[in-house]
């Protein structure tokens, strides 16, 4: 979500005491989430369809014009101010809301199948110490999908 708010680029990114900057989010979103570069092999790992896949490969191009643009070694205000970085801003907005919308579509199905609480984590037991079904307020997907 980093890559969609140039107001909190501008705020973190450039701020010395924070933690995150630009190459940070590149390299959780483009090493270690997928390879923006070639986003194909990713599809049904971190990718769930063919349209983020192509969303990916936007986003991936529109920041490597800019990467060319003003240099790989370039300061994060130098990216921000290049005339392409908008193009990135949109390309991670699409790419964004499309993330969202398709992971919000798969904890629905999770919600319709029966599930309440996150897949990792113990079953509700009640009084009598028997397992049970989690109750319908408990767990990340409830909170999520509840509302």
């Known amino acids: 979500m980093a890559l969609t708010s140039p107001t909190w680029q501008r705020e973190v ?3 010395p005491d924070r933690f995150e900057d630009l190459g940070y989010t590149v ?3 483009f090493d270690d989430f997928c390879d923006a570069d070639g986003p194909p092999p990713w ?4 990718l769930r369809s063919e349209e983020e896949v192509e969303l990916m490969a ?3 191009a ?3 014009a800019v990467q060319d ?4 070694a370039a300061r994060d ?10 193009a990135v801003v949109a390309e991670a907005a699409r790419l964004a809301q499309v993330l969202v919308a398709n992971d919000h579509s798969a904890l ?16 509700h037991r009640n009084e009598v110490g028997a397992a049970g079904p989690a109750p319908a307020d408990s767990g990340l997907f409830a909170l999520a999908l509840d509302e």
Not at 43 to 46: N, R, T, V
Not at 69 to 72: D, I, K, Q, R
Not at 108 to 123: N, Y
């Open 77 to 86: 205000e130098v990216y921000l101010d290049a005339p392409g970085w908008s």
């Open 58 to 60: 936007r986003l991936g």
């Open 27 to 29: 390299h959780v979103l």
């Open 13 to 15: 990114w450039l701020d």
């Open 43 to 46: 599809l049904g790992q971190c």
């Open 69 to 72: 643009s003003v240099g790989a």
């Open 62 to 64: 529109a920041y490597g």
């Open 108 to 123: 629905s199905k999770l919600h319709d199948a029966g599930h309440r609480r996150p897949l990792d984590t113990e079953p």
